[in-house]
C-alpha cells in the first residue's frame, strides 16, 4: 500500500489473501478441499497435498455471489486465511536420486522430525548453502554451520524455515527447476512463517525465553534470506524492521549473561541487512545505533566472516547512514550534515586496511577491506543530493576503479569473490564508462553461477541505471540508483536486499 513500515503490528496477525474463482464443479471441490491456492502461483496439482485444519471459523459473507461452504476448502472464507488459526500438515520432502548419493548426517534427528528432511538440510546448508553465505575457509569457524544448523534440531520452526530456503535455493539455481520445488518451499515459509506468529503472540504475553529468541532471530533471518533468494526484494523490509524491537533488547541488555553467540551472530547479520536497506535510502534504516555498536564490540568476528567487512568500517558508515535520516527527517541542518559526511569521507579516505585484524592470514581479506572502504566513500559522496555530482567526477571514477582493481585481483574460484556483490554493484551503478559496465555485470554474473543466487531485483536496478543514463533524457548530471529503489515517485518502499 505504500505506507511506513513500522514492523509488525500490535497484533501479530500473518495472513495470506487468495483469491477463490467463482463456483466449482464437484470435481474442483473435492480436489480444493484436499489443497490450497498459493497467492504467488498456482500449486502443481501433483503437488498440492498441503492440508489445513481450521481451528477458528469466520463468518462467511452474505453476500450472494461470494462462494458456500460447500465449495470452499475448509477454513477458506472471504477469500482468505489467516495462517496463525491453521494446523499445517507439511508434506515429506523426498529429494531427488542425484541428492541421495550425498552422506548423511551422522547425528539421528529427533523421532519427531522426517529424517529426510534433515538429509535435504544437511546438503543444501552444510555442503552448499553455508559456503555461499559466508565465508567458509579453514581456520575459521562458518557461522551458519556453527549457529543455524543446532537450531534445526531443537525447533521445527527454524527446521522449515530452512527447508524452505534450500528448496527455493534449489529451483532459482536450476539444479532442479520442477515447480515442485517451487511449492515445497512456500510450503515450509508458511509453516515458518505459522512458528513466527506463534513466538510474537507469545510475546506480547510474557517475554521469550533466550532460546525462544534465537529462534525468532534465526527464523526471521532465514525468511529474509528466503527472499533474497526468490526475488531480491523484501516486502517492506517488513521481517527487518519486525525484530528491531528484539536486537535492540539483545544489545542492550540489563544482564549481559543473556548473550549468546547465536543470538549475537544473528543480530550481525540482521543488522548487516538493515544498513543495505539503508544505503538505498537513509530513511529505511531501523536499527539503532546501540545494535551497531554492539556488533561492532561483540560480534565482529561473526560479521567479518560472514561478509568480509571489516567492524569498523560497517560501524562508520553506520552512523553517516543514521546521520543521513536524521538529516531527511529535518532533525539535522543541512551544514551539520555536511560537516558529518566531511568528516567520514577523511576517515575513510585515511583509514589503513593493514592496522585492522582479520580473521586469518589471507591477504583476500584485506582486498575486501578495500572494496567496502569505496563503496562507503561512493556512498558518502551521493549525500546530501544524489544528483548533483557526475560519474565523471574524478572522485567517483577513483573508488568504482578501484573495486574493479580489487576483483581482478581475487580469483573467481576462492571463496572471497562471491562477498565482492555489494561493492560490485555500486561500482557498476556508478560509472558511465561501457567497458567498466560490461566489466562489472560480468563479474556479478561470475558470482551467480557460483552461489546459485540470481539477484533479479539488483539486476533490473543496473539494467534501469544504464539505460536511463545512455538516453538521459531529462539532463541529469547523475542518474542515481537509489531513485530505482526509495523515491518519492515510489510507492511501494520495499526493501532490495543481496547477500
Not at 322 to 328: A, I, N, P, Q, R
Request: with cysteine.
Amino acid at each position: 500500500m505504500g505506507l511506513h513500515c513500522e514492523g509488525y503490528p500490535p497484533r501479530f496477525e500473518f495472513c495470506e489473501m487468495m483469491t477463490v474463482e467463482g463456483r466449482r464443479s464437484p470435481e474442483d471441490t473435492t480436489r480444493g478441499r484436499n489443497s490450497v491456492a498459493s497467492p504467488q502461483f498456482i500449486l502443481a496439482e501433483s503437488s498440492s497435498n498441503f492440508s489445513t485444519v481450521p481451528q477458528h471459523q469466520t463468518t462467511a459473507s452474505a453476500d450472494p455471489t461470494s462462494p458456500s461452504p460447500e465449495d470452499t476448502p475448509p477454513g477458506l472464507y472471504q477469500s482468505e486465511f489467516t495462517i496463525a488459526s491453521f494446523a499445517f500438515a507439511i508434506p515429506i520432502f523426498t529429494p531427488p536420486d542425484w541428492l541421495r548419493i550425498l552422506p548423511y548426517w551422522e547425528a539421528q534427528p529427533p523421532p519427531r522430525y522426517n529424517h529426510e528432511s534433515f538429509e535435504i538440510t544437511n546438503i543444501a546448508v552444510d555442503q552448499v548453502l553455508s559456503g555461499h553465505l559466508a565465508v567458509d575457509i579453514e581456520g575459521t569457524d562458518n557461522p551458519f554451520k556453527k549457529h543455524v544448523l543446532p537450531l534445526i534440531y531443537r525447533h521445527q520452526g527454524v527446521l522449515h524455515a530452512l527447508l524452505g530456503l534450500s528448496a527455493c535455493h534449489m529451483h532459482i539455481s536450476g539444479k532442479n527447476e520442477s515447480q515442485h520445488y517451487a511449492t515445497i518451499s512456500l510450503k515450509y515459509r508458511l509453516s515458518a512463517l505459522h512458528s513466527l506468529g506463534t513466538f510474537l503472540q507469545q510475546e506480547e504475553v510474557s517475554a521469550l525465553t533466550t532460546s525462544e529468541e534465537e529462534y525468532v532471530l534465526g527464523i526471521v533471518l532465514l525468511l529474509v534470506l528466503h527472499d533474497i533468494c526468490e526475488t531480491g526484494i523484501s516486502s517492506h523490509g517488513a521481517h527487518l524492521t519486525g525484530v528491531s524491537f528484539l536486537c535492540k533488547r539483545l544489545a542492550c541488555p540489563a544482564d549481559f549473561s543473556v548473550r549468546s553467540k547465536a543470538s549475537m551472530f544473528f543480530i550481525s547479520a540482521l543488522s548487516w541487512l538493515d544498513m543495505l536497506r539503508g544505503f538505498s535510502g537513509a530513511e529505511k534504516l531501523a536499527y539503532s545505533e546501540d545494535i551497531r555498536k554492539c556488533v561492532r564490540d561483540h560480534a565482529s568476528l561473526s560479521l567479518h566472516t560472514l561478509i568480509g567487512c571489516p567492524p569498523l568500517i560497517f560501524h562508520r558508515v553506520g552512523q553517516v547512514l543514521e546521520s543521513g535520516k536524521s538529516y531527511l527527517a529535518g532533525e539535522l541542518s543541512l551544514e551539520q550534515f555536511e560537516q558529518r559526511l566531511a568528516a567520514a569521507e577523511k576517515f575513510f579516505r585515511g583509514w589503513d586496511p593493514d592496522q585492522t585484524i582479520y580473521p586469518s592470514g589471507h591477504c583476500e581479506w584485506r582486498h575486501l577491506a578495500e572494496a567496502y572502504r569505496h563503496a562507503c566513500l561512493l556512498r558518502i559522496l551521493r549525500f546530501p543530493d544524489a544528483f548533483s555530482i557526475s560519474c565523471d567526477d574524478p572522485r567517483i571514477k577513483a573508488s568504482v576503479t578501484a573495486i574493479l582493481d580489487v576483483a581482478a585481483a581475487i580469483l573467481r574460484d576462492t571463496v572471497f569473490y562471491k562477498r565482492l556483490l555489494f561493492p560490485l554493484f555500486l561500482a557498476g551503478a556508478d560509472t558511465s564508462s561501457p567497458h567498466q559496465m560490461h566489466y562489472a555485470s560480468w563479474c556479478i554474473g561470475e558470482i551467480k553461477h557460483a552461489t546459485g543466487f540470481q539477484h533479479p531485483a539488483m539486476t533490473d536496478i543496473l539494467t534501469r541505471v544504464w539505460e536511463e543514463r545512455h538516453t538521459n533524457r531529462n539532463g541529469l548530471s547523475n542518474v542515481p540508483w537509489m531513485e530505482f529503489t526509495c523515491s518519492e515517485m515510489l510507492s511501494p518502499q520495499h526493501a532490495y536486499l543481496f547477500f
